[in-house]
């Protein structure tokens, strides 16, 4: 017995976001009741992903969701990437002038791991895995960093872009990749911190175990909890949330729109996320240039993006195809160990080489960063350093438009040119970048291999 329509329809999408949100939630009491959850913060949307994978279509068909349900990240990262252009830029109040150095081996070691991250898995698969498995295609290697690097969003994004170009396999390889590196950036994290602890690499927290409680369930008490906007118009007029959510539909709305007009206009493929993101940057400075943005709360329009988020690793762990699995299952597991040994030596030996003060703060959240999404580094960085005392989040922000920029022309050139043949002018322009990011701080003398990994952190 099902309760779908024959052919798909608005209820069909109802059912599917009911059935998500049955699993979400179990995965969140589960969160809140299950030690081993709560040790190592896995993330509500995670757990019911995994019991949406096993009890779906494509595991013990238990639980019925539509044929669509596969497609649903590609909708939702389209809202996430609008909902990160409206947020827009903040100038950071300390000025970019100031702390230049601290600031800048901190970008620089962060754009070097991310450039190493794409350059060595594409060039690796397509040189030497293609001479064992001559099937890969070209963007295999890309892969790895569109889930680690990536995270579920980027994945669904990258995922999207192959398939269009004729790889539809690269979906749930995708989505396979960023919830590995989900795990390895929970449980490595974790790990690594416990560690930390115990031999004084971290500067703000002495003990493991003296963690707030929240933070392993998930469950806020009431005393400690906080607003998560302002309502910045009246419910009489407009509801809030419907008024942020407008925002961000809009800008998504057009950027795919713009999509289909480049794809039947000029023959152009390009990806709708991405154009999703630069029409609502431009909708960005309309809303400032008019003065509208002053009634925008950056606050909410976070949370619906990160409501997206949720639901998008939701469904893009309970759709993934077994059989695909197996298919790729050897140069797969390679990749997937070369981007474990990658993020690994990237915190515990780089990232002391190229951050001089509270280099495990500032490396745990680029570990975080680099094997999942912005919340996991987030997580593991209040976990050492709860009051930014480090400064991390501060230099994070100032380097954004950097970092969001190269991102976006990782996520969606990078994959048009491995489609299309040019492979050696990604591979060289990547190794390019990354070279740039080493040869500054050594230029500038923002290189620390003679400072003890034990070392007291920045002094305010």
Not at 52 to 59: A, H, S
Request: aromatic fraction near 16%.
């Amino acid at each position: 017995m099902t309760f779908y329509p024959q052919t798909f329809n608005l209820y069909s999408l109802l059912l599917d976001l009911a059935f998500a949100s049955i699993f979400i939630l179990t995965g969140q009491f589960l969160r809140s009741k299950v030690r081993f959850f709560q040790s190592f913060f896995i993330p509500a949307s995670l757990i019911g992903g995994f019991l949406g994978l096993l009890l779906g279509p494509n595991g013990l068909e238990i639980m019925p969701f539509s044929n669509m349900m596969g497609s649903y990240s590609g909708l939702l990262i389209i809202l996430v990437f609008a909902s990160i252009g409206v947020r827009g830029f903040e100038k950071s109040k300390r000025g970019i002038k100031s702390d230049i150095e601290r600031i800048g081996s901190y970008l620089c070691y962060r754009q070097f791991l991310s450039a190493l991250q794409y350059l060595i898995p594409i060039a690796l698969a397509y040189y030497v895995f293609r001479q064992f498995w001559p099937e890969l295609h070209a963007g295999f290697g890309h892969i790895l960093a569109a889930g680690f690097y990536g995270g579920h969003g980027t994945a669904a994004a990258v995922g999207k872009t192959y398939a269009e170009f004729g790889w539809p396999d690269a979906q749930d390889l995708a989505m396979t990749s960023a919830t590995v590196g989900i795990l390895v950036g929970i449980f490595g994290g974790v790990l690594m911190i416990k560690l930390g602890t115990e031999k004084g690499y971290t500067s703000y927290i002495k003990d493991y175990h003296a963690l707030p409680n929240e933070l392993r369930t998930g469950l806020i008490p009431a005393e400690k909890r906080q607003s998560v906007g302002d309502e910045s118009v009246s419910p009489i007029s407009l509801d809030p949330i419907a008024w942020h959510f407008a925002l961000v539909l809009i800008p998504a709305g057009l950027g795919w729109i713009l999509t289909q007009f480049a794809r039947t206009a000029w023959g152009l493929n390009l990806p709708s996320f991405a154009v999703a993101f630069l029409v609502a940057i431009v909708f960005f400075f309309l809303l400032k240039k008019t003065g509208a943005y002053s009634y925008v709360d950056r606050r909410l329009i976070s949370r619906v993006g990160s409501f997206a988020t949720d639901y998008l690793v939701f469904f893009g762990v309970a759709s993934i195809k077994i059989p695909i699995l197996i298919k790729y299952f050897g140069p797969f597991s390679l990749l997937m160990l070369l981007g474990i040994l990658l993020t690994v030596w990237g915190f515990w030996w780089v990232g002391p080489w190229m951050n001089r003060d509270n280099w495990f703060e500032r490396g745990i959240f680029s570990y975080g960063t680099l094997t999942g999404v912005f919340a996991i580094g987030f997580l593991l960085l209040r976990m050492v350093d709860p009051d930014n005392k480090s400064k991390t989040l501060d230099d994070t922000a100032i380097a954004s438009p950097i970092t969001n920029g190269t991102e976006i022309v990782a996520v969606s050139v990078v994959p048009i040119l491995l489609s299309t043949g040019k492979i050696n002018v990604a591979i060289i322009g990547i190794a390019v970048y990354a070279a740039v990011c080493i040869l500054i701080p050594i230029a500038m003398k923002w290189l620390y291999f003679a400072l003890p990994k034990a070392r007291p952190g920045e002094i305010e």
